[in-house]
C-alpha cells in the first residue's frame, strides 16, 4: 500500500497545482495561497477528528507544526516566483532540489534503499526536470526554486517523523503553521484578498485537495522508507504535464515527454525495489 499512497499523493499534488495555476491566472496569489491554507486547515482538522488517534504527543505536533511551516515557506517562494514569471525555472529547480535534500536526509536517518529503488531515484532527478520544461539558460528564478525546495524537503522530512499513533492531528498543526507563516503575506496584500465568492470556494478546495495529499503521504512515509515515500510523491509535475494536454490541448515537447517516460519507468522501479 505505502507506493499506491505515495502515488495518490502525487496525483493529489498534480491536480492542485493544475487547478491553482489556472486560479492564480485570475486572482491575486497572495489571495490564492492564504484561503487554500485556510482550505487545508478545515480538511485536515475534519480528517483528524474523523480518524482516532491512539497517543498525540506533543513532539509529534511539533514536527506537523515544523512541515506546515516548510510548506508555507514554499508555497510563498513559487508563488512569488510565478508572479515574477520564472515558474519555468522555479518548479524544475524546487522539485529536484527537494527531491535530492530529502533522499539525502532520509539516508542519513537511516534509509537503505534497495539497489532498484536507488536506481528509480537516479532517474528520477532528470525526469522532474525535464518534465517540468526545466532551463539551464534562464537563473532568474534559480533563488526562488532553491527556497521553495528547501521548504518542501522541511514539510516531507518533519512530517515523516511523526508517531503513526498521533494519526493526523500533526498534519492539522502544519495547516495551522503553515496559515501563521503566511500571516505576514496576506497583510502586506490584505487589498487582493477579496474574490468573487466562487474563486474563494475554488481556492479553498484547493488547499483541501493539498492537505489531502499530505495526509495520504504521511499514511506512505509511515509503511515505507521515506526516501521512496518522498520520491514516489514527488512525481506530481508530471500530472499538470498530462492533463494540460487532455484538458488545453498545450503542446508537449520532446523532452517533456522524454521526463514522463522517465517518471514512468522511475514509478515502477520504486514499487517494485
Known amino acids: ?21 489556472i486560479l492564480s491566472r485570475r486572482a491575486h496569489f497572495a489571495a490564492v495561497t492564504f484561503l487554500g491554507q485556510l482550505g487545508g486547515l478545515l480538511l485536515a482538522s475534519a480528517a483528524a ?39 519555468s525555472v522555479i518548479v524544475p529547480v524546487s522539485a529536484v532540489t527537494a527531491v535530492a535534500l530529502s533522499v539525502l536526509c532520509g539516508v542519513l536517518l537511516g534509509d537503505r534503499p534497495t539497489p532498484l529503488a536507488w536506481v528509480g531515484i537516479v532517474v528520477t532527478v532528470p ?10 539558460d534562464s537563473a532568474g528564478g534559480v533563488p526562488d526554486g532553491l527556497l521553495a525546495s528547501a521548504g518542501v524537503a522541511v514539510q516531507y522530512i518533519a512530517l515523516a517523523q511523526a508517531d503513526s499513533a498521533s494519526g493526523l492531528w500533526p498534519v492539522a498543526a502544519g495547516r495551522v503553521a503553515a496559515v501563521l507563516v503566511l500571516l505576514p ?17 475554488q481556492a479553498l478546495l484547493v488547499g483541501a ?16 522508507l521515506l526516501a521512496v515515500a518522498v520520491v514516489l510523491a514527488s512525481l506530481y ?16 515537447t520532446r523532452w517533456q515527454t522524454t521526463g514522463l517516460l522517465g517518471a514512468a519507468v522511475a514509478t515502477v522501479l520504486l514499487s517494485v525495489g
Request: hydrophobic content about 55%; overall charge positive.
Open 1 to 21: 500500500m505505502g507506493p499506491l499512497l505515495a502515488l495518490a499523493s502525487a496525483v493529489c499534488y498534480g491536480i492542485v497545482d493544475f487547478a491553482g495555476g
Open 49 to 87: 477528528l474523523l480518524l482516532p488517534a491512539d497517543a498525540v504527543r506533543p513532539v509529534d505536533l511539533l514536527w506537523g507544526a515544523l512541515s506546515g511551516a516548510g510548506s508555507g515557506s514554499a508555497m510563498h517562494f513559487l508563488n512569488r516566483g510565478l508572479s515574477r514569471g520564472a515558474m
Open 127 to 136: 525526469a522532474l526536470w525535464l518534465v517540468s520544461g526545466g532551463r539551464a
Open 185 to 201: 503575506s496576506a497583510a502586506r496584500y490584505a487589498g487582493h484578498l477579496r474574490m468573487p465568492s466562487g474563486q474563494c470556494v
Open 209 to 224: 485537495g493539498a492537505a489531502l495529499g499530505l495526509v495520504l503521504y504521511l499514511l506512505a512515509a509511515q509503511r515505507q
Open 237 to 252: 509535475p508530471a500530472l499538470p504535464v498530462v492533463l494540460g494536454l487532455a484538458l488545453l490541448h498545450e503542446k508537449v
